[in-house]
């Protein structure tokens, strides 16, 4: 089997499985309920109790610090994980590699699996939030454009996010705190020193990503430093095609003893 | 008719651990029953051959070819593992539905095929249930399943009756012997003898990592037959016991314990007629008569050390 055939068919096999995984309902469940949230603000914004626009800045803040800071690298570091250590954990991988399937089919063909499922519920998050916030701007391109931006450093967050720490996993055993303290730790203290030193993160460049036009920006971050746009997806999308290749070659090298 | 299967020295070690030391084998079609006790090598072995694991030292072939550069050979190759492993929530039809096409064939195919061997090991009125909701025989039942739904040519099972009643201990037996009448070829490891005698007569002997014998299966029978058997006879009466069985040619040695005595012989039939003649006829009261060492291991033990 050729190997992008492996990874259409692992695909459509660990799209499936994921949809079903309970880690997977629980973050549907996780990112979906802010929803709620912002329709409860939303309908005191319209009751004249909060101020008019408030509900769209609640909502914009809360896409950046609950989603970016927050969600998105939880969720990476059990997509990231999830790929190769379940696989060995559950003992199942020789299923897998007992086909005539090449290691880097399965690889990618379950990452890409379980980061479709991820970005999806992302996705309709944001975009649901951002909607429902603006409920009376929706005729404002502006809206559309943010909605575009918030996805787009979605998109590529998780994906930089997922790869680094599916690299980690094919290394270490016990990547799970190696992760924790990486995003809670590292990330979180890097990024309110000024210079360089915040370049040395993920985080960084997801934030240039960000749509900054409301306060959120110094509600997040101080003395933040943002690269180029053009720069940070060309930088997140090099991260992404390094810890990739680096992932598929452990792999593909590594004995996995059941 | 050239080899199915060919390892040529093949070594693996974990570590400081040996798992395979030199092996050199050709198995052709038929069946061919791995015997050894548990830890002998045997898993590594059949992972060896299935690519799962790659040789330290040492070279494998299937049909002809060398595995790690031939992948799409997997394709006539089914393997069972010895581990209870499965996807917790796919429904046994999915499970097996997923493998089949992993292996390159169409979703119809799929289907029909996975049908057909869930059909073949009686799963097929609990295919939409989840595996999880399995108990264990059928989940290993499941395992079968799929490593015969593509019909392949080289079937390898690792402990395939582990955890399966009688009546389904038959029919896997049967259904493995129907590859060999389809001229297949079908490796199957167990460390229980009467479990490979009911599959095939041609048998590997493992032990230790090593190939200890290969051949007709009455060739372990009679190393059976000639290694020193012990008899444990728990009784208040050692002594009136050992009185009966002293100077009989079927005793070999004769050593009491703390509630008993425990009995050597070549010949464990004939000395438990003799025991049972014994409590009849001097009416000894005996709690437990137990044979300590009736196993393969034990048998390997006494090979080695001989």
């Not at chain 2, 020295?9 to 069946?31: E, P």
């Not at chain 2, 999915?94 to 009686?122: C, H, M, P």
């Not at chain 2, 005595?261 to 014994?278: C, F, N, P, S, Y």
Request: hydrophobic share 45%.
């Amino acid at each position: 089997m050729s190997i992008f055939k492996g990874i259409v068919e692992i695909f459509k096999v660990f799209f499936r499985l994921g949809l079903k995984k309970t880690r997977t309902r629980f973050f549907i469940i996780f990112s979906l309920s802010p929803i709620l949230l912002i329709i409860l603000i939303k309908t005191l914004e319209m009751g004249g109790l909060l101020s008019r626009g408030s509900t769209a800045e609640f909502s914009a803040n809360m896409i950046s610090f609950l989603f970016f800071n927050f969600l998105i690298p939880i969720m990476a570091i059990f997509l990231g994980s999830g790929v190769i250590k379940e696989e060995v954990d559950d003992k199942t991988l020789c299923y897998l590699t007992s086909r005539p399937l090449s290691k880097m089919s399965i690889l990618m063909g379950k990452f890409s699996a379980y980061f479709s499922i991820f970005f999806l519920v992302i996705a309709t998050s944001i975009c649901f939030l951002s909607l429902i916030a603006n409920f009376n701007n929706l005729t404002n391109i502006h809206l559309y454009i943010e909605i575009l931006g918030f996805n787009l450093a979605a998109f590529l967050s998780i994906l930089a996010y997922s790869s680094v720490f599916m690299l980690v996993s094919t290394l270490f055993n016990r990547m799970i705190l190696f992760s924790f303290l990486y995003v809670f730790g590292w990330e979180n203290i890097v990024q309110y020193l000024p210079g360089t030193t915040q370049k040395l993160t993920i985080a960084h460049y997801v934030k240039s990503l960000l749509p900054f036009g409301t306060s959120q920006g110094s509600f997040l971050i101080t003395q933040f430093e943002p690269t180029p746009k053009l720069w940070a997806v060309i930088i997140l999308l090099v991260i992404t095609g390094i810890s990739l290749f680096f992932s598929g070659y452990l792999f593909n090298k590594k004995e996995y003893v059941l | 008719m050239s080899p199915v299967v060919e390892v040529d020295k093949l070594s693996k070690w974990y570590g400081n651990i040996l798992g395979i030391v030199d092996v050199s084998l050709t198995i052709g079609a038929g069946i061919k029953g791995l015997l050894g006790p548990n830890g002998a090598g045997k898993s590594t072995f059949l992972k060896l051959i299935t690519g799962q694991l790659k040789p330290n030292i040492g070279t494998v072939k299937i049909f002809g070819l060398p595995l790690p550069s031939n992948p799409q050979l997997l394709t006539r190759v089914g393997y069972c593992p010895e581990y209870d492993s499965y996807y917790r929530e796919m429904t046994g039809f999915e499970f097996i539905y997923s493998l089949v096409k992993l292996s390159g064939y169409d979703s119809r195919e799929s289907v029909d095929k996975a049908n057909q061997a869930l059909v073949e090991v009686g799963l097929e009125e609990r295919a939409g249930d989840l595996i999880k909701h399995y108990s264990l025989g059928m989940r290993q039942r499941l395992r079968i399943a799929q490593s015969i739904a593509h019909h392949p040519d080289l079937l390898i099972l690792d402990e395939p009756l582990k955890g399966v009643d009688p009546i389904w201990r038959n029919k896997i037996i049967n259904i493995i012997k129907s590859y060999q009448q389809q001229g297949k070829t079908v490796i199957v490891s167990s460390h229980i003898l009467h479990e490979i005698e009911a599959m095939t007569e041609d048998i590997i002997l493992i032990n230790q990592g090593k190939v200890f014998a290969e051949g007709d299966i009455h060739y372990i029978r009679d190393l059976i037959k000639s290694h020193p058997h012990k008899i444990y006879v728990k009784t208040e009466e050692s002594r009136k016991m050992a009185g009966g069985l002293i100077n009989r040619e079927e005793v070999l040695s004769i050593n009491f314990s703390d509630q008993g005595l425990m009995v050597e012989t070549l010949d464990r039939d004939k000395l438990l007629d003799l025991i049972a003649q014994l409590i009849i006829e001097k009416n000894i009261e005996v709690k437990e008569l137990t044979s300590p060492d009736d196993n393969l291991q034990a048998v390997f033990k006494y090979l080695t050390e001989r």
